[in-house]
């Protein structure tokens, strides 16, 4: 359900990101999405969906991690919201960040202090998401972080917006792609869930580009 209360709220904050200068050459399309797993042992996806408009997932983690709380352990439910399908050159793009707490532990609380969701663009310093191939494709230049690196965690049940810019330029010969992505972090060097969402000019491929489980209808 908050799944699509977060979808209704992106959309309505995405109309005054698309600039009155656009002309359809400058619209890039989502052409996948894809879940890059880098958690542990200690750390379980158990649920997870994406699609155009956001999406979530659920994530179960040992208490032993780290030595937080050894014997006990806490499952958390991340979300974001964005319309992603198509982009304009220029345009701030608004991801809605959000999660909360399944379990209701003196565990959960340390845990949730220290996990959290947010998004970036392909301009930072993290390890590629993606194959080596896949990445001599990317223009990294294209989606860049805006503001500061607004963080929801579970623990603090707040929500908060990161923001993103794609910008204008000239193409890169033999790099047709671009990329962002929404990350799950839990404690831990490196411990973390990616969502890339993939883009290029081409057109849209058809069919639907959801990954996962769809959340149950509302009712």
């Not at 990329?179 to 839990?186: C, K």
């Amino acid at each position: 359900m908050l799944h699509r209360v977060m979808t209704a709220l992106v959309l309505t904050a995405t109309l005054s990101t698309i600039p009155a200068h656009a002309a359809p050459g400058d619209v890039w399309h989502l052409q996948k999405i894809v879940m890059v797993d880098k958690l542990d042992e200690k750390a379980e996806v158990i649920d997870h969906y994406a699609d155009t408009y956001g999406g979530h997932a659920v994530v179960q983690v040992d208490g032993a991690l780290g030595s937080i709380c050894p014997g006990d352990g806490a499952t958390m439910n991340f979300f974001w919201g964005i319309d992603s399908r198509e982009i304009f050159e220029g345009a701030v793009i608004p991801i809605l960040l959000s999660s909360n707490e399944l379990t209701d532990t003196p565990c959960m609380k340390l845990i949730g202090a220290k996990a959290y969701v947010t998004a970036a663009g392909s301009d930072t310093k993290l390890p590629p998401p993606l194959s080596a191939k896949t990445m001599k494709a990317v223009d990294t230049r294209r989606f860049i972080t805006v503001g500061d690196d607004d963080r929801s965690y579970p623990a603090e049940k707040t929500g908060s917006q990161r923001r993103l810019m794609l910008v204008a330029a000239d193409p890169l010969p033999g790099k047709p792609y671009a990329y962002f992505q929404v990350r799950v972090v839990i404690p831990g060097s490196e411990r973390e869930l990616r969502f890339i969402y993939v883009y290029s000019k081409d057109p849209a491929p058809a069919g639907s580009l959801d990954i996962g489980t769809p959340p149950p209808p509302p009712g």
